[in-house]
């Protein structure tokens, strides 16, 4: 009886714990009134009281199936178990001798195993997470157990054939059990699950057998140390214990066990049309819907997300609806049958803050006759750069650019590739300065600036920017490369522009640059050619001052023949239209 009273202890314990996991459960509604199928494997892990202290046994496996039914939080089950379990005999045979001094070399051994077969039905309380997919259950049973097997027998193989250790086992079909269990179950759906959880079970007065041949019930020999005929170490049989009356004693166990969960929910149907207020007609079911619009936004501007990824689960995880926010941030699902339901969104592969739409709210959206709405939130602290990447001096957008984002603060990067359109997406943290630079085949570009110290992320959440990429082998002109006349020598002003080159070749490192010099046509073509070419080359040598090698570098002298308007020679044009063909450009050379 004490021992009854210990395990009901336990299990108020166990009760305790499963109900402050649960404290903020709710009761769903197709949570109530269902029939529930739970098929299990495990291990037990038994301990058997009786006269035979040289036996130990062993643990073994657990099948078992429950059927429950709840009304609510509060339920009726059946429990069937069945449990296999193996004796031990750990009686030392090692230097042993009989009580004649005569070494016991030989033995035979046998153990037959130990099968458990339980059925017993109790109550059940079960306790649901908020969502209803995590419950806890506390499983009590009440029943009877059917015990047979376990015979162990040890005998000295030689003359005279002392029976060391024996139990009869056991042959009993009748015993009080009771077993307590703890489940938690994970529910993937409405209907499945798997689950998780322990037990104990105790038989109260489980009956041994007695062996009709030796007239007892176990015996086992007490030993004393012994010295050997040559001084060896050992222990001698003394006295054998005879137990000829069984004992009603109690067997206990704890197991650990996995399974499958099947809830025999009510149809939804049923539940969409008790909300209506109407009869269970199709009609019902076919006119209960009602229309949910959801608005992304913001929480620190309130601006209106577009873009914005939306999903309508129900609570088990079940996608109903999913959708795309328009220009003014909303999405509009339809037809939205009566039930509990989490919003999800992600824009830019970052999670908004979920809400929840419950039942109650389908009821006055019929009563008005009006959409359900909601809003979620954007509650990243990190600003979003909405890039553009087109071809420079164009409109044009250009797909597939590597975009590299170095954080020249923190020492990190990141890369995407822009989209059909040319547009990318990057997230920056607050008072940081960020670089970035465009790579694709049959493009460059220089490193561009972006910092966010300044902007004041309550005040905005999107930075626009536009970034270009020039195709290779296109001739870029340099405005400010200008020489003395009839000299070739780098002056002071020439030095920004020449650094801008230098400046591209180093985030570009793949790349070489042909550096271009060309004159007007006044004066002859010999000398415009070596005038130019010198220039080109003082250019080149002022990049290679710079850490540029020369084989990234090719220095051409155009001279008068690469002129971009009419004035050739013999045709008289006013000095500004001779300035336009005194130029510097560079070209530069991706590799093929």
């Known amino acids: 009886m004490n021992n009854l009273k210990n395990t009901i202890k336990l299990f108020v314990v166990a009760f305790v714990c499963a109900l402050s996991f649960t404290t903020n459960a709710q009761q769903l509604d197709n949570d109530i009134n269902y029939f529930q199928l739970s098929p299990r494997i495990g291990y037990d892990f038994p301990t058997y009281n009786n006269n ?6 062993n643990g073994g496996l657990n099948l078992g199936l429950s059927l429950d039914y709840y009304w609510s939080t509060f339920g009726f089950g059946f429990d069937f178990d069945y449990i296999k379990n193996q004796p031990e005999s750990v ?61 162990t027998f040890l005998e000295n193989a030689a003359a005279p054939n002392e029976l060391l250790n ?50 007892i019930s176990a015996a086992y020999y007490d030993t004393v140390e012994f010295t050997g005929p040559t001084g060896e170490f050992g222990q001698r049989l003394e006295e054998v214990n005879l137990r000829e009356e069984a004992c009603d004693c109690d067997i206990s ?41 959801i608005t992304a936004k913001d929480k620190f501007t309130f601006e209106i997300l577009p873009n914005t990824d939306v999903v309508l689960t129900d609570l088990y995880e079940n996608i109903v609806q999913t959708g795309t926010t328009n220009s003014y941030g909303v999405v509009v699902f339809n037809d ?119 902007l004041d992320r309550s005040e905005s959440l999107f930075i626009d920017f536009e970034m270009c990429v020039n195709p290779c082998g296109q001739a870029i002109k340099l405005d400010n490369i200008i020489f003395n006349l009839d000299k070739w020598d780098i002056l002071p002003a020439a030095q920004p522009d020449l650094d801008y080159v230098v400046k591209l070749m180093q985030d570009n ?62 045709v008289t044009c006013p000095e500004s239209e001779h300035t336009i063909n005194r130029r510097t450009e560079f070209k530069v050379i991706c590799p093929q």
């Open 52 to 57: 035979t202290p040289a036996i130990d046994y």
């Open 253 to 293: 166990s704890v197991g650990l066990f996995a399974g499958i969960t099947y809830k025999f929910s009510k149809n939804k149907k049923d539940d969409v049309c008790e909300v209506c207020g109407e009869d269970h007609m199709p009609r019902c079911c076919a006119t209960c819907g009602c229309t949910v619009t």
């Open 336 to 454: 939205v049958s009566a039930d509990d339901y989490i919003v999800q969104a992600k824009l830019y592969n970052v999670d908004l803050t979920e809400t929840s739409i419950s039942k109650s709210e389908f009821i006055d959206c019929k009563k008005e006759g009006n959409s359900i709405q909601k809003e979620i939130f954007y509650g990243d602290l990190n600003f979003i750069l909405k890039g553009d990447v087109v071809e420079c001096n164009t409109a044009i957008g250009i797909q597939g650019v590597d975009i590299l984002l170095k954080d020249k603060n923190n020492a990190g990067q990141k890369n995407t590739l822009s989209n059909a359109e040319g547009d990318f997406i990057f997230h920056l943290k607050q008072t940081s300065i960020y670089g970035l630079n465009g790579r694709k085949d049959g493009y460059f570009s220089n490193e561009v600036e972006v910092t966010t110290s300044g």
């Open 91 to 151: 009686f030392a045979t090692d230097n042993l001798y009989n009580s004649g001094g005569i070494l016991i070399s030989t033995t035979n051994l046998s153990e037959d195993g130990i099968s458990r077969i339980f059925y017993g039905i109790g109550p059940n309380a079960q306790f649901r997470s908020k969502t209803g997919k995590f419950v806890a259950e506390i499983n009590t049973r009440f029943g009877l157990a059917s015990i047979k097997g376990g015979r």
């Open 509 to 570: 490192p793949t790349v070489s640059v042909e550096m271009s010099s060309h004159t007007d046509s006044r004066g002859s073509n010999p000398y415009n050619q070596t005038l130019s070419q010198k220039r080109a080359e003082s250019t080149v040598n002022y990049l290679m001052t710079k850490g540029i090698t020369r084989d990234r570098l090719v220095a051409r002298g155009a001279g008068e023949t690469e002129l971009l308007n009419r004035c050739a020679d013999g």
């Open 166 to 215: 024996f139990h009869a086992g056991y042959k009993d079909s009748g015993v009080f059990t009771f077993k307590g269990q703890v489940r938690f179950t994970y529910m993937l759906n409405n209907n499945f699950g798997i689950n998780a959880g322990a037990y104990y079970m105790r038989h109260f007065g489980a009956q041994e057998l007695v062996d009709p041949t030796l007239g």
